[in-house]
Structure formats: structure tokens, C-alpha cells
């Protein structure tokens, strides 16, 4: 198996390790409550984008497509950009009922955008190297929202401080704060949003 990666797949390998790590920290942070195992959970989410863009750079750039690397791909970014977001929202506070409904929801739809983006990579890139545009917003957009929970984690809004406080709804209680995870999951769904790829 190693000896069938390309030097883009191990990158594309890092960014999962990224994702991984995302996870433990948040565990960790929720075992301790140490504000610095958050911190080092969210700095994971920007190096993951990093390994995310030299990934297909390298592979561009060395005409090493393979579809061993796009599912690669796509598999490391659920993990970094699905998962491990999801975790952190959790990890900080989105605990009741309709919160884990906001963030399942949240997970499926990158996981639904994502697969969506392999069957029709091939169409929508034109006979070109690369797609022209994504259809709904790429995964990695979640890191906006791993950003607002660094600037909360920053100024000690985390658990019952977390903004937009909790709200109980019927059987369970609604954090505001998990509705950031629906409009990401929902731009990342639809078909109507065009973004050009650069």
C-alpha cells in the first residue's frame, strides 16, 4: 500500500493527522477543562488547511492524479473539517439535545458534499486539471467557525458562557451558538452556490 502513495498522498495523510489530533486535544480539554488543549485543538484546524492546499499543489505540480488520492482527499478533509470541528463544538459546550442533532446534521453534510464533489469533479472540471468552481461551499469553509470558538475560548466563553446562551426547547435544550454548524452545513449543500476556484 505505502509503496502506491504519491508524496502528495502523505501530505493528504498529515491533514487527517491534523483532524485526529483535533479530536484527542478536545477530549482532553474535556477531561481537564486546560484552555490550552483547546487552543492546540484549534491550531490543528489551520495546519489541516495547510497540508489540504499543498496536497493537490503537489500533486498538480508533479501530474500525480490518482483516485487513490481523491478519496484520500476527501476522507482526511471529513476528519479535519467535518469531524473535528464537531468535536470542538462539542468539546466547548454544544451538549444538549438539539445540539447534537445541529452537529450530526453538520457532519452529513460535508460528508453528502464531499461525495457529491467526486462524482462530479470530472464534469464540472471541463477537461481541465482542476474544477472551475465548487457547487456549495468547500469543507474547509468550517474553519470560520473553529475561528469563533478560538475568539470565545480566548475571552473564557465556553461551556454555560458560550454566546447566545442555552435555550430550553421542548425535550431539549438548543444552544444558539450550534445554529453557526446548520448554515454551514446547508451552504455547503446547496447546488444554487456557485464559488469559483482559485
Known amino acids: 500500500m505505502i509503496r502506491g502513495l504519491h508524496l502528495a498522498d502523505f501530505f493528504t495523510l498529515a491533514n487527517a493527522a491534523c483532524g485526529v489530533a483535533t479530536?484527542?486535544?478536545?477530549?482532553?480539554?474535556?477531561?481537564?477543562?486546560?484552555?490550552?488543549?483547546?487552543?492546540?485543538?484549534?491550531?490543528?484546524?489551520?495546519?489541516?488547511?495547510?497540508?489540504?492546499?499543498?496536497?493537490?499543489r503537489i500533486a498538480r505540480w508533479r501530474h500525480t492524479h490518482s483516485a487513490l488520492g481523491r478519496e484520500l482527499d476527501s476522507l482526511a478533509d471529513i476528519i479535519s473539517f467535518g469531524v473535528a470541528p464537531a468535536a470542538l463544538g462539542f468539546a466547548a459546550g454544544l451538549r444538549g439535545g438539539w445540539d447534537w442533532i445541529a452537529l450530526v446534521y453538520f457532519v452529513c453534510c460535508g460528508v453528502s458534499r464531499l461525495a457529491r464533489y467526486n462524482v462530479t469533479a470530472e464534469s464540472l472540471s471541463a477537461g481541465q486539471d482542476k474544477v472551475a468552481y465548487f457547487?456549495?461551499?468547500p469543507i474547509p469553509t468550517s474553519l470560520l467557525i473553529s475561528a469563533v470558538l478560538a475568539f470565545?475560548?480566548?475571552?473564557?466563553r465556553l461551556g454555560e458562557q458560550l454566546y447566545g446562551g442555552a435555550w430550553p426547547l421542548g425535550p431539549?435544550?438548543?444552544?444558539?451558538?450550534s445554529l453557526l454548524f446548520v448554515l454551514s452545513g446547508t451552504l455547503m449543500i446547496s447546488k444554487t452556490l456557485r464559488i469559483p476556484k482559485l
Open 23 to 56: 479530536v484527542f486535544c478536545a477530549m482532553i480539554y474535556m477531561q481537564r477543562q486546560s484552555l490550552a488543549h483547546f487552543m492546540a485543538a484549534i491550531a490543528f484546524a489551520p495546519a489541516a488547511l495547510a497540508f489540504d492546499v499543498l496536497d493537490g
Open 135 to 137: 457547487e456549495g461551499t
Open 152 to 156: 470565545a475560548a480566548w475571552h473564557d
Open 172 to 177: 431539549a435544550e438548543l444552544h444558539p451558538f
